[in-house]
């Protein structure tokens, strides 16, 4: 700036040469690179016993100085998003602070849990740790996809559906990638094709005893609790015939009683009567709304007192809101053996799970073929001999139960 060919010579002073000789220096940082909550060691020259770290513009304790030596070392703040951070030290000189170069940390991206750490297609992943970003990914059984970004610390990831997960079952490593590249660790998590749906059965009496009054002193069903655990926990039981299908049933061994009137009590659903109020006795609630006699997110079975012994079939509702079906009626029929009671359950369920009584009924989304010969011994055809048969199981096609079933009913 100053005059073409002139030197302009700006001498310094004793105490301008004292503060340069005297500046705090940052050789290196060590580790340059690593999680929140490091300790980190810094060599350097002209350290003094009051030497701080200034992380980021914001001022930390050294946990140590060894001042002759010219190290010290500090510890990286916890809840820091991943990136670069600028280290520097500060002193106080003798007209003021004084400030070494500035170098840099890399934070990178620290995996401590997955919750759950097991599960089917569709599962919502909570991922904990730190050095997590906005823009961070996850890499699950090596395909990337994106997050939802809670914090720092949090991040979720919702895995692919049963058509889309593209990978088999079993360990799949799970790591965060920040947009710098960085990876966390790996952590496993155990996958499954199949799909858990919860059964909840109730035993149905009327609410008053026509007969003679009082409190569930009328008839019922010819089951108790235990012939209905029968059905769901020993063999054979429904989730053998659903089992090669990847479906697994979840039951629930403390079988709950129903109260509700008499007339329902005794053969349901009426059938002079529209959906909705037969839903309404069934989804009756307290004057808290929660659920007297039904468990949402579970198929409910309902054991009813028969009015003809040779009843052998159960209805199922589906809820108009979503197309699934919610509850399964089925009526008292004592006549009937183990592996009987197992086809008809396992037969209602099939309805809850959207199939028809006919393979080739073009409605259904589950099926779209016409019947074969192996259909003959079909588990949902609405003829009882046809399928009563103890060997008989479901013959379908897998993928299509997979993709159908789980949409309404997967990991609940």
Known sequence: GGQAGVFTLQPITQSDWNAVFNQPWIIRVEPAVGQTGQTVRVVGRNLTDDTIVLFDGGALTPTTRDVGAGTLEFVVPTGLAGGLYSVVLRLLGT???????????????????????????????????????????VRFAGTT??????????????????ENIATDSGPKQVQVVNPDGRQSEELTFDLTLDI????????????????????????????????????????????????????????????????????????????DVDFAENQAVIKATDAAGNFLHFEDGAINFYFVDDIDDWTTHAYTYRGAEDRRQEFVIFEDTPLLTDWEEAHVAAHELGHDFGLPHVCGDESDVTFGRDCISADDDFLMHPTTNMFMDEGNTLTLEEARIARRVARPWHNL
């Open 95 to 137: 007209t003021g602070f004084v400030y070494s170069n500035t170098v840099s940390y890399r934070v990178t991206p620290h995996l401590a849990s997955l919750t759950p750490d097991n599960g089917v297609p569709g599962t919502t992943i909570t991922l904990q740790g730190a050095g997590f970003t906005p823009t961070s990914q």
């Open 145 to 162: 996809y994106p997050v939802t970004f809670d914090n720092n610390q949090q991040l979720r990831l919702v895995l692919p559906d049963h």
């Open 196 to 271: 858990v749906v919860r059964v909840k059965a109730w035993l149905v009496f009327p609410d008053i005893w026509v007969g003679g009054g009082g409190l569930f002193g009328g008839p019922g069903p010819g089951r108790d609790a235990g012939d209905v655990q029968e059905i769901f926990m020993n063999a054979p039981m429904p989730s053998q015939v659903w089992a090669g299908h990847h479906i697994v049933l979840q039951f629930d061994p403390a079988v709950g009683i129903a109260s509700v009137p008499a007339d329902w009590a005794s053969s349901w659903p009426i059938d």
